[in-house]
């Protein structure tokens, strides 16, 4: 039978806003203040994405010149999606203090007429941007947290060093062949495609969920020499013939781990970013990137761990520490674990 793909009526899709207000209409005591955090977000993703779509023909290719806090060269893209994401967060007033990668500390926020906002974002403004000047996909992560109840006095980096299982939001942008705001408030999981002719993010992936198992796994395996044997094992066991596991799996890796992820996240599969020689603690930021993403990946039914314990229990110990990542869905998640904990070996 011939799938005919109608053209719904843009009329027909919600719009980011539309669905933000209906899930705050079901909290009775909502003051809208999350809501309109959420509005902030997406208000910086649909400028970031303009200026993305003019890469290339505008100078904002290339480096600044400058190393960001990681030691990395700082993309001019980064630098400019920086500044985006902490202008709309600082004019909408509702969150208090700012963690990004691309500035060494936390950033307080004085909403206007100095009253704070009460939530805490954590963001990568634009990952994998390395990539941008060869047309591959990245992306933007982010993770919000409340003001800890008993604060007390000035917002510090402390108030903002909450295990992943405190947050209250977490979502990804995706600038890819389209760009897609995904997000999680801990009631399921779901995409929003930008429509550019209306600017307006529109409900196409209601309550994602991720499949239980996949083919597909991603891993820079340039490292494989570095990797320790339990992975190494995982990786052979993943390249073996066996059709009722549908192995060998497929390497799937764009070096962009928002891409990476999203394929995962729909069609099933694990992004691994492992301890190796260069990256002892693994190369991924447990606050603004492990994190979010664990919340996300763990709301649609899949799993993220560091290889021995889960992501969203590790307790931070600063903004930018890095975390080995195994991340997706949750049976090959499951055996990679087992794999690196001696559980499985290769028969
Ligand atoms: P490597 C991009 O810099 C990033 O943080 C992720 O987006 C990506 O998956 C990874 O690093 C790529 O790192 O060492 O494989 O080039």
Same mark, same amino acid.
């Given at each position: 039978?011939?799938?005919?793909?109608?053209?719904?009526?843009? #009329?027909?899709?919600?719009?980011?806003?539309?669905?933000?207000?209906?899930?705050?209409?079901?909290?009775?005591?909502?003051?809208?203040?999350?809501?309109?955090?959420?509005?902030?977000?997406?208000?910086?993703?649909?400028?970031?994405?303009?200026?993305?779509?003019?890469? #290339?023909?505008?100078?904002?290719?290339?480096?600044?010149?400058?190393?960001? *806090?990681?030691?990395?060269?700082?993309?001019?893209?980064?630098?400019?999606?920086?500044?985006?994401?902490?202008?709309?967060?600082?004019?909408?007033?509702?969150?208090?203090?700012?963690?990004?990668?691309?500035?060494?500390?936390?950033?307080?926020?004085?909403?206007?007429? #100095?009253?704070?906002?009460?939530?805490? =974002?954590?963001?990568?403004?634009?990952?994998?941007?390395?990539?941008?000047?060869?047309?591959?996909?990245?992306?933007?992560?982010?993770?919000?947290?409340?003001?800890?109840?008993?604060?007390?006095?000035?917002?510090?980096?402390?108030?903002?060093?909450?295990?992943?299982?405190?947050?209250?939001?977490?979502?990804? *942008? *995706?600038?890819?062949?389209?760009?897609?705001? =995904?997000?999680?408030?801990?009631?399921?999981?779901?995409?929003?495609?930008?429509?550019?002719?209306?600017?307006?993010?529109?409900?196409?992936?209601?309550?994602?969920?991720?499949?239980?198992?996949?083919?597909?796994?991603?891993?820079?395996?340039?490292?494989?020499?570095?990797?320790?044997? #339990?992975?190494?094992?995982?990786?052979?066991?993943?390249?073996?013939?066996?059709?009722?596991?549908?192995?060998?799996?497929?390497?799937?890796?764009?070096?962009?781990?928002?891409?990476?992820?999203?394929?995962?996240?729909?069609?099933?599969?694990?992004?691994?970013?492992?301890?190796?020689?260069?990256?002892?603690?693994?190369?991924?930021?447990?606050?603004?990137?492990?994190?979010?993403?664990?919340?996300?990946?763990?709301?649609?039914?899949?799993?993220?761990?560091?290889?021995?314990?889960?992501?969203?229990?590790?307790?931070?110990?600063?903004?930018?520490?890095?975390?080995?990542?195994?991340?997706?869905?949750?049976?090959?998640?499951?055996?990679?674990?087992?794999?690196?904990?001696?559980?499985?070996?290769?028969?």
């Amino acid at each position: 039978m011939n799938r005919t793909t109608a053209t719904r009526e843009l #009329g027909q899709f919600k719009t980011l806003e539309q669905f933000i207000i209906e899930r705050q209409e079901s909290f009775p005591h909502s003051t809208g203040a999350f809501s309109r955090l959420l509005r902030d977000i997406s208000v910086a993703a649909k400028i970031v994405n303009y200026h993305m779509r003019r890469a #290339g023909l505008v100078d904002i290719y290339g480096d600044t010149g400058e190393l960001n *806090v990681q030691g990395e060269v700082q993309q001019k893209m980064d630098a400019l999606a920086h500044r985006e994401f902490v202008r709309a967060l600082r004019r909408g007033g509702e969150c208090c203090l700012i963690g990004s990668e691309e500035h060494a500390e936390a950033i307080p926020i004085r909403a206007n007429g #100095g009253s704070d906002g009460k939530y805490i =974002v954590l963001l990568d403004p634009l990952d994998g941007s390395s990539n941008i000047e060869v047309n591959v996909s990245v992306g933007t992560i982010f993770s919000i947290y409340r003001m800890p109840e008993d604060h007390v006095g000035e917002v510090t980096l402390e108030d903002a060093l909450q295990p992943g299982s405190k947050q209250v939001g977490a979502g990804y *942008v *995706v600038y890819g062949s389209s760009t897609m705001l =995904v997000y999680t408030t801990g009631n399921g999981v779901n995409g929003f495609t930008l429509d550019p002719s209306i600017g307006e993010f529109l409900l196409s992936h209601p309550n994602i969920r991720t499949p239980k198992t996949g083919t597909m796994y991603a891993i820079n395996e340039g490292n494989y020499n570095s990797f320790e044997d #339990g992975l190494k094992k995982y990786i052979k066991w993943c390249q073996r013939k066996d059709k009722a596991t549908g192995r060998p799996y497929k390497t799937r890796y764009i070096g962009s781990f928002v891409s990476d992820f999203h394929r995962n996240l729909l069609k099933g599969g694990i992004y691994i970013y492992p301890a190796t020689a260069s990256s002892p603690e693994g190369k991924l930021r447990l606050m603004y990137e492990a994190n979010p993403m664990a919340f996300i990946v763990e709301q649609a039914g899949g799993r993220a761990s560091d290889g021995h314990t889960p992501i969203l229990q590790k307790q931070p110990r600063e903004l930018h520490q890095r975390t080995p990542l195994y991340i997706g869905s949750e049976e090959m998640v499951r055996t990679a674990e087992a794999f690196l904990q001696g559980e499985m070996d290769l028969d």
